[in-house]
């Protein structure tokens, strides 16, 4: 028996997602931007490959500006739009961001930006005093995550929006809540997904702008993406995130409550099996529903990672890009937990294709696992 619930490290592309990849690649392959029949048509799918991933973002005052995955639309949104504005900028940016949009701020703060890094509490929630004293500063761009890729905490974007009031660009980095938590364009600027966390393939993402925002390209050359990315279209990646965008959203409107459901069986035989067992960041039952953070007294995360992937289930300490460094999450204790209790984390991240079975495997797997390896620790 497997069980792969490492879903926000990424998903198993859909047969949807590769049978359209396959389609562009066998006949579908030209060049959107050459003049003959063929390549219209490549155009014309590109044009409605675009409606369809905005549609679920209530996008159609946006434009949407396909990337190669979602680092790449990140550093293209905090980038882009800063460095588009005339002179030094305080800008601000949550404290548990993803490294592709924390690195691009580090770099705004190289240039000389005045860049404020915003706390959040042990739920996850931001400082919102922090954030108001920013804005009160001039803050002229910020950016935070939907979706917390290591705990599941969820941002309440309303509540920005209310707090920025139309005085600074709100940038969202949406690779983990697209279509599994709603998001409406009109609380935002610029907003980051990615295909591969939906189902789709890897190596494309995109980045939804409100009309009107302005950037400055991160990659010049033949001008397309509305000048903001040239390069050649990946047309198959495209079509492969296209149809894994209208897979998921012919799941229905059930979807998200299935998730949370399967996501709450897991906690609950997690805790059965082991009743110690620590939540890291917010209640479950509030958090996005396919992402949770849970710690095992007296056994370091990787100990437990390495432990259940002898039995087939897969999960991960962190976020994936992070895991192999063997440090402790900077996002965990950017919450106030203490390094020793971080070191136990392990992340479950859900798809809505993962089984009740595979669930309940991983439940029963990691009761008789704990039980081992705090027996050998005692020793
Ligand atoms: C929150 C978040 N942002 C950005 C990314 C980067 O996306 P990609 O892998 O498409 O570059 C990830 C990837 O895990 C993520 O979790």
């Not at 592709?100 to 929630?125: E, K, N």
């Not at 969202?172 to 980051?192: C, I, N």
């Not at 965008?245 to 069986?265: I, S, W």
């Amino acid at each position: 028996m497997q069980a792969y619930l490492d879903n926000s490290a990424t998903t198993r592309p859909c047969e949807a997602a590769i049978r359209a990849m396959e389609a562009c690649l066998r006949e579908g392959w030209y060049n959107p931007s050459s003049v003959y029949k063929p390549s219209v048509e490549a155009f014309r799918r590109l044009r409605e490959a675009r409606e369809n991933v905005l549609k679920p973002l209530r996008g159609s005052g946006c434009d949407l500006i396909f990337t190669s995955g979602g680092t790449e639309a990140n550093n293209l949104a905090v980038l882009g739009a800063v460095t588009r504005m005339r002179g030094r900028q305080t800008v601000a940016v949550s404290a548990v961001e993803h490294p592709s949009v924390r690195a691009a701020f580090d770099a705004l703060g190289a240039l000389g930006h005045d860049v404020r890094v915003i706390g959040v509490d042990t739920r996850g929630d931001l400082d919102w005093a922090a954030l108001e004293k920013a804005m009160d500063d001039g803050a002229s761009f910020v950016s935070v995550m939907q979706v917390n890729n290591e705990t599941g905490a969820l941002l309440d974007i309303q509540r920005l929006h209310r707090t920025v009031n139309g005085r600074a660009l709100i940038h969202v980095d949406g690779v983990q809540g697209y279509l599994r938590v709603p998001f409406d364009m009109k609380y935002a600027d610029l907003y980051t997904l990615s295909s591969h966390k939906i189902h789709g393939p890897k190596g494309v993402g995109a980045l939804a702008v409100k009309k009107g925002v302005k950037l400055a390209p991160r990659q010049i050359g033949g001008g397309q993406e509305n000048g903001l990315r040239s390069g050649t279209e990946n047309t198959p990646g495209i079509a492969g995130l296209s149809a894994a965008v209208t897979e998921m959203l012919d799941l229905g409107p059930d979807m998200a409550d299935g998730l949370m459901a399967k996501k709450l069986r897991l906690i609950d035989g997690v805790r059965r099996a082991v009743p110690d067992v620590i939540v890291n960041g917010p209640d479950p039952a509030v958090a996005a529903p396919h992402i949770v953070n849970l710690g095992f007294p007296g056994v370091r995360g990787e100990v437990m990672l390495h432990a259940l992937e002898g039995e087939g289930v897969c999960v991960s300490t962190g976020s994936a890009c992070s895991s192999k460094k063997l440090k402790v999450s900077g996002v965990l204790t950017a919450m106030g937990i203490k390094p020793n209790v971080a070191e136990w984390a392990v992340r479950f991240s859900l798809s809505p294709h993962t089984t009740e079975e595979e669930i309940d495997y991983a439940a029963q797997k990691i009761g008789t696992l704990y039980g081992l390896l705090t027996r050998v620790q005692r020793r």
